[in-house]
């Protein structure tokens, strides 16, 4: 029955644990992928190679001579650390079988942003899964190319302005929804997926042992805010990852051999619904919404609040959530 | 030392002595995904994976791009690595052929040469792998199946060489080559693995300052494809050409001793030169068509016209010493170029023979003939015309086309 091994953790074990994501890197001042990128390496069990897409965390920990990276690590481009993953993975599979390495295992970890996952990156991410490599894909979505400046992604939230899509005096930002990515990734009927936020931490490490754990191929999308992109404080990211979950905006789940549960912060709110807050409260921190909170587009944040609701609905659904109290918010 | 080996004849078509050598080469892993006219390599290889008549990995990527990448990826973590490809196929593993170079990694490819779209076209050309140019890779051309065999095989020795380490690419005409059946002398499987070896690797200080083997290694972290600013990247391409250098004599090398075991040798391995070093008249190419040329060359050579051909096996390096040498004594030189470079002064092969021949006090005339785009036949009876040309130029001292079109409807 047990699908995975116990792993019971302190904040102080996690803390003593050496980092293997060192700093000196050149991540900006409250940083979102830099946290999650130290807490997922507080998950790391044995031998490990990692791969990472260009972008944000590639390039602020591997100017070279420098590095921010105490493993293995390969960059090769945009758009294919799935498939990076794949040939190492076959590699490590058959130096093992022909005794030319002594490792036992070898996770595999491809890392990479929203433009490396729902955009350029998701033929290489898709037909990796179709073939069922070993490995755990982790998104850290900071909603947004971020590195080229926060241009407009597919994970980039209706009406959000980024430098590709202005609020302007006629269009209110993106006008598109945020793709479904991780529900995409649970169509494709991999063993494990799963949703994880910073500050649940406890929650993400757990999460990343669970992917590196499972046999086959595993996705983790972690929310990961960037003050530079999203017009925010750089002290609130970690606040704000946790308004994402509350408001529904970003619920933990996990899709374990494709069956759906709310993880516990998420599952917590659908009990009790009247603590979901209010998608206005996670909005209105945020500079590239602030155009929303103007009389002239004061619509479309009703329709992001029912979308927001929608999603959320259908989540519960496929979790086999009946709320207690059906009332409307 | 002579120990040729005893070979076995087979009956195979250009593609399947390249997936032959493959299978020989004990490479770890195939990242491969079909295409005309290269598919019969990963069909039979697959069959061979299938079989388990090989201990590799098979990895049927979802596009060129992946299978290159997964190439480039095993291929640092240590594998041998083996591709195959054409035209548009190689056209979009483009941005990872400069990041194969880049991070030095030996990945041999075969390219089984086709044209390039549009207008969609299935046939030989060298159109694909003359784009890739300038991409940090090792470039081989075959004259037929049986040297796609021996190239595939001296590949791997050649771009796992320490002073290398490039990635390096065998070409065979689309069809003409890899479609077409010919008697093939293979080796024996123990004595290719023997020659080629288990991959070696070079060690590096990596950022604790420890020495490691320059592979993706849990216990020896290095990593691998950083970003390097302008204070770096420089010195990065720097190296990648002094490695280009260093091919010149290791692919010499490599050709000397495998002629040793196998009785074959193909020129120095960079150019093959045929009836070159007396000839008045002589033709460059590439590929394919040197076997035409060569059945003319006798047949003028028959008459006492003295005619020769200079074929360029390697492109990539380009043998700048060893062209000028056999070709500043020759009198009027008709380079063939099966790819255009649009705009160009000339096809690409073209511009390189007569930058190469500058320097030389002798400056033979020189002529650029493009041909067979697209699969089209070019027969004896042009050749002869490139010759007749040529004979013309030396009467009149002077060349009055410079790019001219063989058997094109104008």
Known sequence: MEMFTEWKFTAKDIAEKPDLFLSGHRACAGCGPATVLRLIMKAIRGPTILTNATGCMEVVSSIYPYTSWALPWLHTAFENAAANASGIEAAIKILKKKGRIKYEHVDVIALAGDGGTYDIGIQALSGAVERGHDFLFVLYDNEAYMNTGIQRSGGTPLGASTTTSPAGTVIPGKLEHKKPIADIMVAHEMPYVATASPYYWRDLITKVRRGLEVDGPAFLHVFAPCPRGWRSDQAKSIELSRLAVETCVFPLWEAINGEYQLSTPSKVLALSPEKKKPVKEYLQVQGRFRHLFTPKYAKMLEEIQRIIDERWQRLLKKCGITQPAAKKE | ?410
């Open chain 2, 1 to 410: 030392m002579k120990s040729v080996v005893k070979q076995e004849v087979l009956a195979l078509n250009g593609d399947e002595a390249v997936a032959y050598a493959a299978k020989q080469s004990d490479v770890d892993v195939v990242a491969a995904y079909p295409i005309t006219p290269q598919t019969i390599i990963v069909e039979r290889f697959s069959e061979y994976v299938a079989n388990g008549e090989v201990e590799t990995q098979f990895v049927c990527t979802e596009s060129e791009h992946s299978a290159l990448t997964a190439c480039l990826a095993a291929s640092v973590t240590g594998a041998r690595a083996f591709t195959a490809s054409a035209s548009a196929g190689l056209a979009l593993m483009h941005e990872m052929l400069f990041v194969t170079s880049g991070c030095r990694a030996p990945v041999v490819m075969a390219i089984a040469n086709r044209a390039l779209s549009a207008p969609l076209n299935i046939h030989g050309d060298h159109s694909d792998t003359m784009a890739q140019r300038d991409s940090g890779w090792i470039q081989i051309y075959v004259e037929n199946a049986q040297e796609a065999y021996d190239s595939v095989i001296q590949a791997f020795k050649i771009a796992e060489n320490p002073e290398v380490l490039l990635p390096a690419i065998v070409g065979l005409d689309g069809f003409t080559l890899s479609h077409t059946l010919e008697n093939v002398h293979v080796l024996p499987d123990d004595v290719v693995r023997k020659f080629i070896g288990v991959r070696q690797f070079i060690t590096v200080i990596n950022h604790e300052g420890k020495a490691v083997p320059f592979r993706l290694d849990p216990e020896n972290p290095t990593t691998m494809g950083p970003i390097a600013l302008p204070n770096y990247y420089f010195e990065f391409k720097r190296q990648q050409e002094e490695a280009m250098r260093n091919a010149l004599k290791v692919i010499s090398q490599v050709n000397d001793e495998y002629a040793e075991i196998s009785g074959r040798k193909y020129g120095d391995g960079l150019l093959e030169p045929y009836h070159i070093g007396d000839a008045e008249i002589g033709i460059v190419c590439l590929g394919s068509t040197a076997g035409t040329v060569k059945s003319v060359v006798d047949e003028l050579r028959a008459k006492g016209v003295k005619a020769g051909l200079l074929r360029m096996r390697t492109f990539r390096p380009f043998p700048v010493k060893g062209v000028v040498e056999a070709l500043e004594n020759v009198k009027a030189i008709a380079v063939m170029d099966r790819s255009m470079s649009f705009g160009g002064n000339g096809g690409p092969v073209f511009q390189e023979v007569r930058n190469a021949l500058y320097d030389s006090q002798k400056r033979p005339q020189i002529v650029n003939y493009i041909y067979g785009l697209g699969g089209r036949d070019t027969n004896p009876t042009q050749i002869h015309g490139i010759f007749k040309d040529l004979q013309r130029i030396i009467e009149k001292g002077r060349v009055e086309n410079l790019v001219n079109f063989v058997g094109l409807r104008e």
